[in-house]
């Protein structure tokens, strides 16, 4: 189908949950929108990831979008038909540093972020082996939402409610108030370009400039005869090295230190131990983090191996049954969370430059959109 003819208050390329989110804000003004994407589906980071809203974890500007997109979650999770709930994350800890970690952070935060758990209440929450648990935080403002159709029912969900999508269009270069595609060219008043790691392709030098990578994770969905069901995500000491709102507790480094030593090749694949519970009894399994420019199409087994045998020790159990294996890909840049340039003008390029983009890109996208124009409004 040919563009040419077509002109759009707002044109967002790529239907990442980046890209679904500035359609969404920008169809709630009213505005006439497009979606411009290379694929004939939603297919990228916003189906593999663990469909995890991990608010409370965050710090700074990534907070603040997180909890700015909390409520949208839940609203589209109605209007466009895919699951989500208000699980909370379980964080456990099973050494004294992991626990110290939790408790600097709990009381940094307040009881309304993080409140602190006995051993035993630990033990209610999570089927884990006891032997080693010790305690650990509940994060309960967190969310999760099913990461196969989320992102792919709210695209649906655009569709339905007359934002127009082009699929397997590519858009090829950009001008002040014009996107060309591989369709032909569609008139833009304000264009979001919103495709994640593949801002090096139409930017190039924004790329070079924030030396952008992509990161390649091991991911495993698998069924674990646990001794009860685990009914929220799971953080393990890991985690507390993976989040930005943990790095500036005390006792932070203590834990990476002895991690880092304890298991040399966990951190040669930049391990991050969790887990999050699906409907269908199943968990997600991840992950590992491998940053190169142009990530290799070939993963190790040890990776995957690393998640399994974890797994297995964390759970007392014997076996586990993987249902399915596959390499996520993200981008990534070194000191930095968000991209976010007008390299054109009325053309923002936005994308999460680490992997909380499932939590933050509601909020993200929000604020970038009323900056866009309300912006605009106030200098006519």
Same mark, same amino acid.
């Given at each position: 189908?040919?563009t040419a003819?077509?002109e759009?208050d707002?044109?967002?390329?790529?239907a990442?949950?980046?890209?679904?989110?500035?359609a969404?804000?920008?169809?709630?003004?009213?505005?006439?929108?497009a979606?411009v994407?290379?694929?004939?589906?939603?297919?990228?980071?916003?189906?593999?990831?663990?469909?995890?809203?991990?608010?409370s974890?965050?710090s700074?500007?990534?907070l603040?979008y997180?909890?700015?997109g909390?409520?949208?979650?839940l609203?589209?999770?109605?209007?466009a038909?895919?699951?989500?709930a208000?699980t909370?994350?379980?964080?456990?800890?099973?050494h004294?540093?992991?626990?110290a970690?939790?408790e600097?952070?709990?009381?940094?935060?307040?009881?309304?972020?993080?409140?602190?758990?006995?051993?035993?209440?630990?033990l209610?929450?999570?089927?884990?082996?006891?032997?080693g648990?010790?305690?650990?935080?509940v994060?309960?403002?967190?969310?999760?939402?099913?990461?196969?159709?989320?992102?792919?029912?709210?695209?649906?969900?655009?569709?339905?409610?007359?934002?127009?999508?082009?699929?397997?269009?590519?858009?090829?270069?950009?001008?002040?108030g014009l996107v060309?595609t591989s369709?032909?060219?569609?008139r833009?008043g304000?264009?979001?370009?919103?495709?994640n790691?593949?801002i090096?392709?139409?930017f190039?030098d924004?790329?070079?400039?924030?030396?952008?990578?992509?990161?390649?994770?091991?991911?495993v969905?698998?069924?674990?005869p646990?001794?009860?069901?685990l009914?929220?995500?799971?953080?393990t000491?890991w985690?507390l090295l993976?989040y930005s709102g943990? &790095?500036?507790? %005390?006792? /932070?480094?203590? #834990?990476?230190?002895?991690?880092h030593?304890e298991?040399?090749?966990?951190?040669? @694949?930049d391990?991050?131990?969790?887990?999050t519970p699906q409907?269908?009894?199943t968990l997600?399994?991840?992950?590992?983090h491998?940053r190169e420019v142009?990530p290799?199409?070939?993963?190790?087994?040890?990776?995957?191996?690393?998640?399994l045998?974890?797994t297995?020790?964390l759970?007392?159990?014997?076996?586990?049954?993987?249902v399915?294996?596959?390499?996520?890909?993200y981008?990534?840049?070194?000191g930095?969370?968000?991209?976010?340039? &007008?390299p054109? %003008?009325? /053309?923002?390029? #936005?994308?999460?430059?680490?992997?909380?983009?499932m939590?933050?890109?509601l909020? @993200?996208?929000?604020?970038?959109?009323?900056a866009?124009?309300?912006t605009?409004?106030?200098g006519?």
């Amino acid at each position: 189908m040919s563009t040419a003819t077509l002109e759009f208050d707002v044109v967002v390329v790529g239907a990442g949950i980046v890209g679904l989110a500035h359609a969404y804000h920008a169809h709630k003004r009213g505005l006439s929108v497009a979606v411009v994407e290379h694929t004939d589906r939603v297919a990228g980071a916003s189906v593999r990831n663990f469909g995890h809203a991990c608010i409370s974890a965050q710090s700074g500007e990534a907070l603040r979008y997180a909890r700015a997109g909390r409520a949208d979650w839940l609203t589209l999770s109605v209007e466009a038909g895919f699951w989500s709930a208000e699980t909370g994350t379980v964080a456990l800890a099973r050494h004294d540093d992991e626990l110290a970690v939790m408790e600097e952070f709990a009381a940094l935060r307040g009881p309304s972020t993080a409140r602190m758990l006995t051993r035993s209440e630990v033990l209610t929450r999570v089927p884990a082996d006891p032997g080693g648990v010790l305690g650990g935080m509940v994060l309960p403002a967190d969310l999760q939402v099913d990461p196969r159709t989320a992102a792919p029912n709210i695209a649906r969900w655009l569709e339905s409610v007359g934002v127009k999508f082009f699929w397997r269009t590519a858009a090829t270069s950009f001008e002040p108030g014009l996107v060309r595609t591989s369709r032909g060219g569609i008139r833009a008043g304000t264009t979001f370009v919103t495709v994640n790691h593949d801002i090096d392709r139409l930017f190039p030098d924004l790329g070079e400039d924030i030396e952008l990578q992509r990161c390649a994770l091991h991911m495993v969905k698998a069924a674990v005869p646990l001794r009860f069901p685990l009914t929220t995500p799971l953080f393990t000491g890991w985690s507390l090295l993976r989040y930005s709102g943990f &790095e500036t507790m %005390p006792s /932070t480094p203590t #834990v990476a230190a002895r991690l880092h030593a304890e298991f040399p090749d966990e951190t040669t @694949l930049d391990l991050h131990q969790m887990y999050t519970p699906q409907p269908d009894g199943t968990l997600l399994i991840g992950d590992t983090h491998i940053r190169e420019v142009t990530p290799s199409a070939f993963q190790s087994e040890k990776g995957f191996e690393v998640l399994l045998d974890h797994t297995r020790e964390l759970f007392g159990v014997r076996t586990v049954d993987v249902v399915e294996r596959w390499q996520g890909v993200y981008s990534t840049a070194p000191g930095r969370e968000f991209l976010r340039a &007008e390299p054109l %003008p009325r /053309t923002h390029v #936005v994308t999460v430059t680490t992997g909380i983009g499932m939590t933050t890109g509601l909020g @993200l996208a929000a604020a970038g959109v009323a900056a866009a124009f309300d912006t605009a409004a106030v200098g006519v």
